[in-house]
Structure formats: C-alpha cells, structure tokens
C-alpha cells in the first residue's frame, strides 16, 4: 500500500470537532467531524444521500457546522479501514485509508478554485 494511504496516527479533538490523521507521507488532513459523518460510506447513509448528491462529497467540510458529534470509539480494520463509532449508534460504515485522503478537506488536496462558490 501506498505511504499515502498509510496513517501513522489518527486522533479526535471533541472540543474543535475534528479528526485528525497524519498519513505516513507527511501530509496532514483535520477533517470536521460533522461533514465526516455525512460522507459515511455505507449502504444506507450512501443510499440515502444518493438523491441529494453528497455522496464522497468535500464541500460538506466547509459548511457551517449545526451540530455537536461525537466518535464513541475508533476501530482499525485489517490494514485498510477505519470503523468509526459514533455518538448516534451508527457504526457500520467503514471508512477505507484511500477514502479518507481523497475526502482530505484541506487546501493542497481541495484548493480554492474546485470548491463551490
């Protein structure tokens, strides 16, 4: 795999409602956790997203947020995904290392001009 989609660490700040995970490559993503919820990966959130569109969808990151999340616990899967559970009792979505880095909101891998106006 890839030291791009390799973490070396992944921590959760509640107070500033981020995640962040240092990938092996040195890059740097803080992904607010509120957009991260809304891009959960599995079947029913994706399903239910399919008729609004948001589905892997960055510009969730830089929406206001409305509400406070909370990840209860986070658990590795294999070598190739991360399974977050979170405060509303969904934990079914597994969030693979090459998702989470092309989800990364910041503005070397999401610059200015692809964001929505």
């Known amino acids: 795999?890839?030291?791009r989609y390799q973490p070396r660490s992944i921590e959760v700040e509640h107070d500033r409602q981020v995640m962040i995970i240092d990938w092996a490559d040195g890059h740097h993503s803080e992904y607010p956790l509120e957009g991260l919820r809304?891009?959960?990966p599995?079947?029913?959130c994706q399903r239910g997203h399919e008729n609004m569109g948001n589905a892997g969808?960055?510009?969730?990151?830089l929406k206001e947020q409305?509400?406070?999340w909370r990840i209860e616990d986070l658990q590795q899967i294999g070598n190739?995904?991360?399974q977050i559970f979170w405060m509303d009792g969904h934990n079914?979505?597994?969030y693979r290392w090459d998702y989470l880095r092309n989800l990364c909101p910041c503005d070397e891998c999401y610059p200015a001009e692809?964001?929505?106006?």
């Open 1 to 3: 795999m890839e030291a």
């Open 38 to 40: 809304w891009n959960c």
């Open 42 to 44: 599995c079947v029913i």
């Open 57 to 61: 969808d960055r510009s969730l990151f």
């Open 66 to 68: 409305d509400l406070e």
């Open 80 to 82: 190739h995904a991360l």
């Open 92 to 94: 079914s979505g597994m």
């Open 114 to 117: 692809e964001r929505p106006k």
